[in-house]
């Protein structure tokens, strides 16, 4: 039925699709994780002669920052805690979002050495740092004693506008998890095997699919075929370019992508989508032209020992805060 002038659907305000705030936490500990790297076919050890991957972590998470204060972007830096060590501290989105209605979710982490990330501390510069007033907790992690899992917006790509979630099944995604998180937030859910080249399920969502305002970027080829039209169709019904990636692309983490809110003085409001440097040259340029048109300004900073020890990228590291509008 149609809304009314009188109806509560026709106040309601639009959905952002891009945060303007993020939160990142600075690790203390980063490191290759030898229980992640079972399910993140991403993930590369570092040589045996190799002291100085924290100290090179370190300095492309200080990059990353700065670059998104340059655009303008709201940047929440928590701090890692010491003790105990936590080597994927860097990637918060997996374990906590922020969302426009005051709704914070806290994920079930698949693990054991991941769920220690979830801290108060942490939360609570957001509050403080970004001003995000919490209406309401939900909290999952009461799952990870069922052995069932959804790490935040790795396992979750997220379309706010028409309120669909979407996310490739992997040990790190389990279904009645996502069901709880839908029903929960007032999302649809579609849900779809994906695998890599070599028929290895894809450990999450993120890095196959990201969805910007005006376009989004999927890895078609990676969905498996009784899944890909339909998925395909879905995202199309949503009225962005589709911009399609291969498997070389995405093992370039060119689907690791994030666009967010920013302000301009010559734009006014803008878009800017952040990649890393990785990304941006796995990126055939026809491509890169599509994406660029269908964004105000394309950010691409390098972390390639993040990506190579950690196994995630710029996407992974960046937990969207949305403020209401």
Known sequence: ???????????????????????????????????????????????????????????????????????????????????????????????????????????PMHAASRRVERRQEVIEAVVQELSFKVSHLIDLTYFEDEGKFLEGTGSLVLDHVDRVAYACLSPRTHPEVLGEWARELGYEAVIFAATNARGVPLYHTNVLLCIGARCAVVGADAIAPADRERVLARLKAGGRELIPIGHRQIEGFAGNMLELGTWDEALGDSRVLVMSETARQALDPATFAQLSGCTDTVLAVPVPTIEGCGGGSVRCMLAEVFRPA
């Open 1 to 107: 039925m149609p809304s009314t002038p009188e109806s509560p659907e026709a106040h309601e305000k639009p959905h952002q699709q891009c945060a303007d705030a993020v939160l990142m936490v600075r690790p203390c500990s980063f490191g290759y994780n030898k229980e992640t790297a079972a399910t993140n076919t991403f993930q590369r050890a570092p040589g045996a002669n190799d002291p100085d991957t924290p100290e090179r972590a370190l300095a492309e998470f200080g990059q990353l920052v700065r670059a998104l204060e340059s655009e303008g972007v709201s940047v929440c830096v928590a701090e890692d805690s010491k003790v105990p060590a936590k080597p994927d501290a860097v990637f918060p989105n997996n374990w906590v979002s922020f969302h426009e209605d005051g709704k914070l979710v806290l994920y």
